[in-house]
């Protein structure tokens, strides 16, 4: 855990390959699909506050339910994606605690579950 990061982590369920990255990163569809501006995808969890968007959806790429965080201003950072979930009862649960954890957390980074670690970019 690096020193700025928050002491809560979330988990993995999948990972993706790198023509599935690839292609969600080209296109621009994963943000547009995230922050609800792709029609269907209005079942978006979304709190703000203090600089700070903690967003929960059903990706449309994997088809599970990930939430993810970002902090804007001078000392924020981009989108990481910290947890997954099975459903949609569960993400609306941790949505909530991600929420909490991160309005006690303000200036720390929560930490990444790295759904391409190990992300080969040859394959």
Not at 18 to 39: D, H, R, W
Not at 40 to 56: K, Q, S
Request: hydrophobic content about 35%; proline content about 1%.
């Amino acid at each position: 855990m690096e020193k700025n990061e928050i002491d809560m982590k979330g988990k993995k369920i999948s990972g993706f390959g790198a023509g599935e990255l690839i292609g969600s990163v080209l296109s621009g569809i994963q943000t547009k699909a995230m922050n609800g501006e792709i029609e269907g995808r209005d079942d978006v969890l979304r709190d703000e506050f203090n600089d700070i968007i903690v967003d929960t959806v059903c990706a449309f790429d994997t088809h599970i339910w990930e939430t993810r965080i970002k902090k804007e201003g001078d000392s924020g950072y981009t989108w990481v994606i910290v947890s997954q979930y099975k459903d949609r009862d569960e993400a609306v649960i941790k949505h909530k605690k991600w929420v909490e954890h991160m309005k006690k957390s303000l200036d720390k980074k929560p930490r990444d579950i790295n759904l391409c670690d190990g992300l080969d970019v040859n394959e």
